[in-house]
């Protein structure tokens, strides 16, 4: 874990080293101020030698204009170190995020990525910068002040080593039991977020459904519930400091009687005496520092820990060592495939076998649950197969480089995304090269042209994040356009003509098969008059292919797709009322 982190230092490893430099040379030179201030006392004050009280005062102004600038240093280079490892951490994982398959995708929620992004990221530095800062500086002047007390008085220092062994077993009881709830406040962090993001996205139909209070008790628990945790943690840590205060005083009430006896007796000298105090005072507060230091590294092992597991995540989908560039055609082929998202997983597909010629227009038609989408998602590799192989092209779609391979099989998903920023901002993800009028040419394919054109500032109107200010139907013909700005070979539409009218629907087909009839399109649908003018159609039943062929031959042979288009054309029209359900497609 330390390596994987350690490795984001990077540039500011100078910083990082010059930190602890300049604090420790602070620490010196505070620490030789109480021996300065001893000796104007004891040879300047008490002898009356002003010449020496104005030449160990001069050195003292020196010394503390050298620490000053040493500490100024110090927060500088801290402050570098620290910031810019917390930037190349956050940099890190969001490019490694960027490489994960969505298998990997799978494996962390949403909520749980943006806390390590942003909360868990920020615990990092604020303990770095303690550790580059104080974790030197406190050990350093308690050493040094432990060394310049014994050197004074060996037999008074002695106090200092018994409260110092005091406290350190203090310490050692109280941080381990904070530990746990440290670690465990972390995880509510992401329920906290879940809850906010889930709210924020889905407020049309929180207020729809009249459902504010119910939210705002659901945040309540979550926030209530970091509360809790931190509330147990806080409680133990926070009884480090009555018992360091009550070490403190006893201490300096100790030597100051056992000195004061000392001074009587000739053992001691009173400048002496003053020093031993100033450095009880450092040597205590150092171990205070010290505990501040265990409490914030035990919150942020448990973020470090966090953010390690997001950058040693590795993509389980790879390129090849000679990946093939070019894909030849649209053609696809199953080859008793058999898919389960994770290892040792139920299967969701099961003895797949296909053949699908280029430029072929198929419809996929299923109940919901029938894996219709995690069909489609092996032909761009999104996922790998568990058994048999995908062809596209001819070849294996392992053997393609994956961006080469994408750019190639474009897919409108089944949640269509549009991004804040204007429609050509938003058409060009499929090309970002295009003309304006190759965006509108494609905006025509998708029949997304007609509603641009009404708008006040066409093309460059402003999409708000989400798509917010676009409807269902206006969204998905985006979608379909920016995918036909890439080209591709092969088009895969996943239900994202679902909310436009027929007569649309039946415009982006027609369109389709003039404009790209080169193409190998996929149309997975609900609607039968969505698919029933493709070549053939594939029929989907609890991740198995049922039957394929044209609309007159299923209409004899398959009984699923004989009753879902007697089920449509006599007016019932659900598609899933003669068939159990089961989940939503995967």
């Known amino acids: 874990m330390l390596k994987v982190l350690g490795a984001q230092i990077k540039e ?106 942003t909360t868990d990221v920020t615990n990092i530095q604020n303990s770095y910068q303690m550790l580059l800062r104080m974790a030197m500086r406190a050990p350093m002047s308690m050493i040094i002040a432990m060394i310049m007390a014994f050197s004074i008085h060996a037999r008074l220092a002695s106090i200092y080593l018994v409260a110092v062994v005091f406290l350190a077993c203090v310490l050692g009881i109280i941080i381990p039991m904070a530990t746990k709830y440290f670690r465990q406040v972390f995880e509510k962090y992401d329920e906290l977020n879940a809850s906010v993001q889930e709210n924020v996205s889905a407020i049309r139909v929180v207020k729809a459904y009249v459902r504010e209070d119910y939210e705002k008790d659901k945040f309540s628990k979550a926030n209530q519930n970091i509360y809790n945790m931190f509330l147990k943690a806080e409680k133990l840590v926070v009884l480090n400091a009555p018992i360091m205060q009550a070490t403190v005083y006893t201490c300096i009430l100790i030597i100051s009687w056992l000195g004061a006896k000392t001074v009587v007796v000739g053992g001691l000298t009173t400048g002496e005496l003053m020093s031993l105090l100033t450095y009880c005072m450092n040597i205590l507060m150092s171990l205070m520092m010290v505990s501040m230091i265990f409490v914030m590294l035990t919150m942020s092992h ?124 938003n058409l060009r993800w499929g090309d970002k090269e295009a003309t304006e009028e190759e965006c509108k040419r494609a905006c025509e394919l998708a029949c997304a042209d007609e509603f641009i054109q009404r708008m006040p500032d066409k093309y460059n109107t402003h999409i708000e994040q989400g798509g917010a200010n676009v409807s269902g139907g206006q969204k998905q013909r985006l979608c379909i356009a920016r995918a036909l700005l890439k080209k591709p070979k092969i088009l895969i539409l996943d239900d994202s003509t679902s909310a436009v009218d027929t007569a649309t629907d039946a415009k982006i087909r027609k369109a389709f098969a003039e404009e790209i009839p080169d193409t190998t399109k996929l149309i997975i649908a609900q609607r039968v008059s969505s698919v029933q003018h493709a070549d053939r159609i594939i029929v989907m039943d609890h991740g198995m292919v049922t039957d394929f062929g044209t609309h007159e031959e299923l209409l004899e042979k398959s009984e699923i797709y004989r009753d879902v288009y007697e089920s449509q054309t006599g007016g019932s029209g659900d598609f899933d009322e003669n068939k159990e359900e089961n989940g939503g497609d995967m």
């Open 12 to 117: 500011f490893k100078k910083d990082s080293i010059l930190t602890p430099l300049c604090m420790i040379l602070e620490v010196i030179m505070e620490m030789l101020v109480p021996l300065l201030m001893a000796s104007i006392i004891d040879n300047g004050v008490n002898a009356g030698n002003m010449s020496h009280i104005l030449k160990v005062g001069g050195l003292m102004i020196v010394i503390a204009i050298i620490g000053l600038f040493a500490g100024l240093g110090g927060a500088k280079f801290g402050a570098r170190a620290s910031t810019g490892f917390a930037r190349n951490l956050r940099k890190a994982m969001f490019d490694n995020i960027q490489t994960y398959s969505f298998a990997n995708i799978d494996k962390y929620s949403t909520s749980s990525l943006i806390t390590r992004l």
């Open 302 to 425: 448990a973020s470090a820990k966090r953010i390690a597991e997001v950058l040693q995540e590795k993509s389980d989908l790879t390129n090849p060592e000679n990946p093939i560039y070019e894909v030849t055609d649209g053609s696809i082929c199953f080859k008793n495939v058999d898919f389960a998202y994770y290892s040792g997983g139920k299967e969701v597909l099961k003895n797949i076998n296909l053949d699908i010629k280029s430029g072929e227009t198929i419809g996929i038609i299923g109940g919901t649950g029938s894996s219709k989408t995690s069909f489609v998602n092996l032909i761009s590799r999104l996922y790998d197969v568990t058994e048999g192989e995908v062809l596209v092209g001819g070849r294996n779609v392992k053997e393609y480089d994956m961006e080469s391979l994408r750019n190639q099989v474009s897919v409108v998903l089944q949640k269509n995304v549009l991004f804040s920023g204007s429609i050509l901002d």
